[in-house]
């Protein structure tokens, strides 16, 4: 194990450094002068443009811009937002635990349909309720889910008037108002997530009740449910829970679009605005801490699997 | 030609209804892209002050917009947008990543370790944010948003590929080629290449899937198709302005995403089964 996990580990860096080139890389496939963009009205004043450049390190070679890049974003630095002025990784930290809240919610939503579905698939495999829960999971997986926020501000805020069509309430200031600005955004998010679950449970749970202990708790006289919750459902989950954890990359690609509909300032709507606001350097470090987020927790997962799974300690 | 695999897996395949009622879906749409200047009963750009926001009557079967259009012509146009960005996007896709796949895959050593390093790089990048921050560098339009999609899509097929490759390199006919003395490359595009088709062809047809999905979002977002020429994710966006007074322009082209991403997922779990006789 020590083996694998340092040669895991050692696979995480030349990935973070390339992600890293290829984040910067971006601001290559750009139209137009950086520079003209930053000056505004005094585009036209050669020494402003000069000087913007030596600023910049854009007079650079690629090299040593990206050197330069690299170094000062591993010490946190990502640069300034070219419209707001802040730096960038306090408008990234400021807007994280609004989506943080969001992801989570999504993930309890995602958890309590998708394991459940799951189980019932696999326990009644081949009956109605699996084709029906099946039929109904790839539906989920077909819809936009910029649509599904759409239809239920229509159906639940504009029909029926039960819950506020957009806006955001942070959890500290009034928390009931802030589940109620969330609970639909956060149900759009954890919809795609949790058909891919009953997916997962669902084969997982089909390998687990084939098991030899299943049989031999079965044999024993253990009761049918205490069977599938207690002996196949505790297996089955190890590597559900592991592959949920791959699921946060859907997950923040739909807060982007998701944020969008319900107006909710989080991590997507920072990087929407920053895209039609032009300021680049956002956008770089937005898709920067996004990707360094998600081989963390793939990481975590893979820790995690090895730590939860006896049988692959020795290994 | 009774037994050959190719009528074996079409038999298995039509076997699944739920695949071919797809199949039908996708034909219908293309069928009314392709035709759309024929069968629509308006212009889908021609705007009309006295029509502006109409609900669904039996001039027009789906109401007419902010801008007095009519929205079946608008959904009928959208479709092309919608299928070309599905099918061009995933062409570009496949045609980086197979070829990158298939080297790292069936060549190994250095090549395949780069390879490899780059497409988790790019897996690492959730695939909308990197379309998004794509399209963003390239400019709005609709064939950069193509090209942002088939992109961020294409490290998929080149892992899909690789993975291929390299189960199909083991086998004793491609030992045999290379006995008798092909070069690596003839033994890689004549003979693996063939044998990881099916797989490929799957992947295609769900990537076809989320490549419609990402248009739309694209579009919906502003960074694809230009307005006042109809996409679906564009009108779903000018429709959200409207939901008290004109909830039938959110209605109608989120149910056509809805019915192709869901046809085209159809197909792609029937040609799995039908191509895979292992599976399940």
């Known amino acids: 194990m020590r083996g694998g996990l340092a040669s895991r580990l050692a696979q995480v860096i030349p990935t973070v450094i390339l992600v890293s080139l290829l984040v910067f890389s971006l601001q290559q496939l750009m139209p137009g ?19 913007i450049r030596t600023e910049l390190y854009l007079d650079r070679s690629f090299p040593v811009q990206y050197l330069h890049w690299a170094g000062r974003a591993l010490h946190g630095d990502l640069g300034y937002s070219w419209r707001t002025h802040q730096t960038v990784s306090s408008l990234i930290a400021s ?14 939503f995602a958890l309590a349909i998708g394991v459940p579905a799951g189980v019932i698939c696999a326990v009644k495999r081949d009956t109605a309720w699996d084709w029906l829960a099946n039929g109904i999971g790839l539906a989920g997986l077909s819809t936009p889910n910029f649509w599904l926020g759409i239809m239920l501000i229509l159906i639940v805020s504009v029909q029926l008037g039960w819950l506020p069509p957009s806006g955001y309430v942070p959890l500290a200031e009034d928390w009931r108002q802030s589940l109620a600005t969330t609970v639909m955004p956060a149900f759009v998010l954890g919809n795609a997530i949790a058909a891919v679950l009953m997916r997962h449970t669902r084969s997982a749970m089909l390998t687990a009740l084939d098991q030899d202990y299943v049989r031999t708790a079965r044999a024993k ?10 002996h196949a459902l505790r297996n089955a989950l190890v590597p559900v829970i592991t592959l949920a954890a791959l699921e946060l990359g859907t997950l923040l690609s739909g807060a982007v679009l998701t944020e969008q509909v319900f107006s909710i300032p989080g991590f997507g709507k920072l990087i929407v605005d920053a895209v039609f606001n032009r300021d680049y350097p956002v956008v770089q470090g937005v898709v920067l801490v996004t990707a360094l987020l998600y081989v963390l927790l793939n990481l975590i997962a893979d820790i995690l699997y090895v730590l939860i799974n006896p049988r692959l300690r020795v290994a | 030609m009774k037994g050959s695999p190719g009528l074996l897996a079409w038999r298995r395949f039509v076997k699944r209804r739920a695949a071919l009622v797809g199949l039908i879906v996708i034909a219908i749409f293309i069928a009314a892209a392709i035709l759309a200047p024929l069968i629509s009963p308006y212009d889908p750009v021609a705007t009309s002050w006295t029509l502006v926001r ?5 001039a027009h079967p789906m109401g007419t917009d902010e801008n007095g259009r009519d929205v079946l012509a608008r959904v009928i146009f959208g479709a092309r947008a919608s299928l070309l960005a599905g099918v061009v996007a995933v062409a570009i896709a496949a045609g980086i990543g197979v070829p990158f796949g298939l080297l ?9 370790i780069a390879i490899s390093r780059v497409i988790d790089a790019m897996l690492a990048c959730p695939f909308l944010i ?10 709005p339009a609709l064939t950069n948003a193509m090209i942002a999609i088939g992109l961020s899509a294409a490290p998929i097929f080149a892992r899909v590929a690789r993975g291929a490759a390299m189960d199909a390199a083991t086998n004793e006919y491609v030992e045999a080629a290379r006995a008798l003395g092909n070069p690596p490359w003839r033994v890689a595009v004549r003979h693996v290449l063939p044998n990881i088709v099916p797989p490929l062809m799957v992947q295609a047809t769900l990537a076809i899937a989320s490549a419609i999905i990402a248009e739309a979002s694209l579009s919906f977002l502003g960074l694809g198709q230009q307005p006042p020429l109809p996409s ?7 429709a959200q302005r409207f939901l008290t007074q004109a909830p039938w322009l959110a209605i109608f082209p989120g149910v056509a995403i809805f019915l192709v991403v869901l046809s085209f997922n159809l197909v792609g779990d029937g040609l799995r089964d039908a191509l895979d006789p292992r599976a399940r």
């Open chain 2, 54 to 58: 109409k609900a669904p009557s039996l």
């Open chain 2, 104 to 112: 790292a895959g069936f060549a190994g050593g250095v090549p395949d």
């Open chain 1, 33 to 51: 002068d950086p520079a003209a963009i930053l000056a505004g009205e005094e585009r036209g004043d050669p020494a402003v443009l000069a000087q």
């Open chain 2, 232 to 238: 679906w994710g564009s009108m779903l966006n000018a």
């Open chain 1, 221 to 230: 006289g253990v009761g049918e449910l205490a069977v599938i919750l207690r």
């Open chain 2, 130 to 139: 990197l379309a998004i921050a794509l399209a963003a560098f390239l400019g």
């Open chain 1, 95 to 108: 807007k994280l635990p609004v989506t943080a809240q969001l992801a989570l919610m999504a993930f309890a």
